[in-house]
């Protein structure tokens, strides 16, 4: 359903400016489809961007990015030529290279690219995010995968920070966890100023 809603350049969420892309590029250069297959052997970059929700015990499941791996890789088995394969999700440090080693068992190939590239973005404000970033951050295998993402980006104004994966998925948890001691921090200024009189300036 959400995918018969794009195609018809219709946003199935609200994100401020997402209806006026979706008029603008859909039928041109962007278009949204269920074949995985026909995604990947008609692009040479692909980006995982699935879930990594929390267990109940807290630890992050990893299973939609898995299984995102093993079709892409079983996909690519079939695709002449490099491919470069991008993990935008939220995952510990060490999935990328997982994601490698999935994607080369069942590809059977080793010659194809994988890069790490975390988002920062605000919901409701996830277009302006992406199209006005602070910083962009490359966590790269290698040199050739590096070069052909930060292409890719090379005409945003931003730094591009180019890392190893491992740091690459650290700095998303870093910036998610100063993010969430500043609201903590501000949520108990919050309770304690509820519990004593401020008085106005004279």
């Known amino acids: 359903e959400k995918v018969d809603l794009i195609n018809r350049k219709i946003?199935?969420?609200y994100e401020e400016?997402?209806?006026?892309?979706?008029?603008?590029?859909?039928?041109k250069n962007l278009s949204a489809t269920l074949d995985l297959k026909k995604a990947v052997l008609s692009t040479d970059i692909t980006f995982i961007c699935v879930g990594t929700p929390s267990k109940k015990d807290d630890s992050i499941d990893l299973k939609h990015i898995k299984e995102s791996a093993e079709q892409i890789g079983k996909i690519l088995k079939e695709k002449e030529?490099?491919?470069?394969?991008?993990v935008k999700s939220t995952v510990v440090p060490g999935t990328t290279e997982k994601v490698k080693d999935i994607i080369e068992k069942f590809s059977g190939k080793?010659?194809?690219g994988i890069c790490m590239n975390p988002e920062f973005?605000?919901?409701?404000?996830?277009v302006h995010d992406f199209?006005?970033?602070?910083?962009?951050?490359?966590?790269?295998?290698?040199?050739?995968?590096?070069?052909?993402?930060?292409d890719l980006y090379k005409s945003f104004?931003?730094?591009?920070?180019?890392?190893?994966?491992?740091?690459?998925?650290?700095i998303k948890y870093a910036s998610n966890a100063f993010l969430a001691t500043k609201i903590s921090f501000i949520n108990e200024i919050g309770n304690i100023l509820s519990l004593i009189h401020i008085s106005e300036p004279t």
Do not use: Q, W
């Open 121 to 126: 973005l605000r919901e409701g404000k996830a």
């Open 11 to 13: 946003s199935p969420i």
């Open 157 to 170: 104004s931003c730094p591009i920070l180019r890392v190893d994966l491992k740091t690459a998925e650290m």
């Open 110 to 112: 080793e010659d194809f």
């Open 17 to 27: 400016g997402l209806k006026e892309i979706l008029e603008e590029y859909v039928g």
């Open 131 to 150: 199209l006005n970033p602070d910083r962009i951050i490359i966590g790269k295998y290698d040199k050739k995968s590096g070069d052909i993402l930060y």
């Open 81 to 86: 030529g490099y491919h470069l394969i991008v």
